[in-house]
């Protein structure tokens, strides 16, 4: 992408999670009332995102929950890590990222240190202006290109300090990322002391999904294309975590979409489902 201009694709992103926080609260995935107040209603971007999604199959539509589902398991297994004593966590690819401004007392004690492209970054500082939303004491940023500076001096300059464990996201970005630039990334989160984490998402290739969730997919990839967002990488979700342990992480988990049906969209009554065109990996150094 044109590092120079902001993220299209993170504001698409931010509109969906704004979408979802129409639903009661008892309903939602992910309760994010600050996604509202990063996206403007009025916008061309929101106007076009609504009626997207109000053309699609109903049964490809209910399953477009990759945009809040990928932060609330990121979320809870952050929790947990934090419970086990991780005391940074780093967004990668943070976008349009909410989670240090609805931060809950158990992350506190984290720092926090968002990495992009820094005119994204701009953009995002200016719509929490414009929202009045403060920047917490114990969040960064780290202006970085995943394709080109090295995240380690990106995130040193940050205030990261690499002798202590870390918890790292990237969600919705490993299909941006050409593959070298994504291995660059894995490889410096392996290289941090033991119990560090990645949670991650990936699209899955066409020939994985069922026809309805292969046209959305050639949809999005058409549309990020003439954006200058285009999919590079669409990695199997089996032979994502076994080349994860075999680079050397201890584990990697998929979510698969049974398993996060389970976990996050039981008992529901609007039928709600689990992504299949975006999948969850968590990788434990
Ligand atoms: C689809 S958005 C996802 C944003 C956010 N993680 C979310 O879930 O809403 C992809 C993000 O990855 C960032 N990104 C893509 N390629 C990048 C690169 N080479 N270096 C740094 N950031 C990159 C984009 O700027 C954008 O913010």
């Known amino acids: 992408m044109d590092a120079r201009q902001p993220s299209q694709t993170a504001d698409g992103a931010a509109i969906m999670r704004a979408l979802h926080q129409q639903l009661p609260a008892e309903a939602r995935i992910l ?3 600050i996604a509202t107040m990063l996206v403007d209603p009025q916008s061309d971007a929101f106007k076009a995102r609504v009626s997207f999604v109000a053309q699609l199959p109903e049964r490809v539509r209910l399953r477009l929950t990759n945009f809040v589902l990928r932060s609330r398991y990121a979320e809870d297994c952050l929790a947990q890590a934090v419970q086990d004593g ?16 609805r931060q809950p007392a158990w992350a506190r004690h984290l720092s926090i240190i968002e990495v992009d492209h820094p005119a994204t970054q701009d953009i995002k500082r200016k719509r929490l202006r414009d929202g009045g939303i403060e920047i917490p004491d114990n969040l960064s940023f780290a202006a970085v290109d995943f394709e080109s500076v090295g995240l380690e001096v990106g995130l ?17 970005v490993s299909q941006y990322l050409a593959s070298d630039a994504l291995d660059g990334t894995l490889e410096f989160v392996l290289s941090m ?28 990839a058409a549309r990020f294309a003439a954006i200058g967002e285009p999919w590079l990488t669409r990695p199997t979700p089996d032979a994502f975590a076994a080349r ?15 398993e996060a049906n389970k976990r996050y969209f039981s008992g529901r009554t609007d039928g709600l489902q689990a992504s299949l065109q975006e999948q969850m990996i968590r990788a434990v150094v």
């Open 244 to 258: 994860l342990r075999g680079m050397g992480f201890s584990r990697a988990v998929h979510l698969s979409p049974d």
């Open 193 to 220: 002391p033991k119990s560090s984490e990645i949670v991650l998402s990936i699209v899955l290739p066409d020939d994985l999904l069922p026809t309805d969730e292969a046209a959305l997919a050639a949809s999005y």
């Open 156 to 172: 040193r300059q940050a205030g990261f300090d690499s002798s202590r464990s870390a918890f790292f996201s990237m969600l919705g």
């Open 31 to 33: 309760d994010d009332p």
């Open 86 to 101: 991780t005391t940074q966590y780093v967004v990668l690819g943070a976008g349009l990222d909410t989670f240090g401004y």
